[in-house]
């Protein structure tokens, strides 16, 4: 298990360990994921869409 306590603060500030609320695209099942993106706070996969999806750069 990863059982980390504390992580190294990076250069955008404090990383707050929150979930991440998904919808599986197999079941529909709606899936929970540990996320430590700057939003700092429980989002959905769209809200991280809106606030970093369409700036990050295609591949
Ligand atoms: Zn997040």
Request: hydrophobic share 30%; with cysteine; aromatic share 6%.
């Amino acid at each position: 298990m990863n059982t980390t306590s504390h992580t190294l603060p990076s250069a955008a500030g404090p990383v707050v360990p929150h979930v991440e609320r998904a919808t599986s695209m197999v079941t529909g099942q709606p899936i929970l994921i540990r996320c430590e993106c700057p939003l700092g706070r429980d989002h959905t996969y769209a809200e991280w869409r809106e606030r970093f999806g369409d700036s990050a750069p295609a591949e």
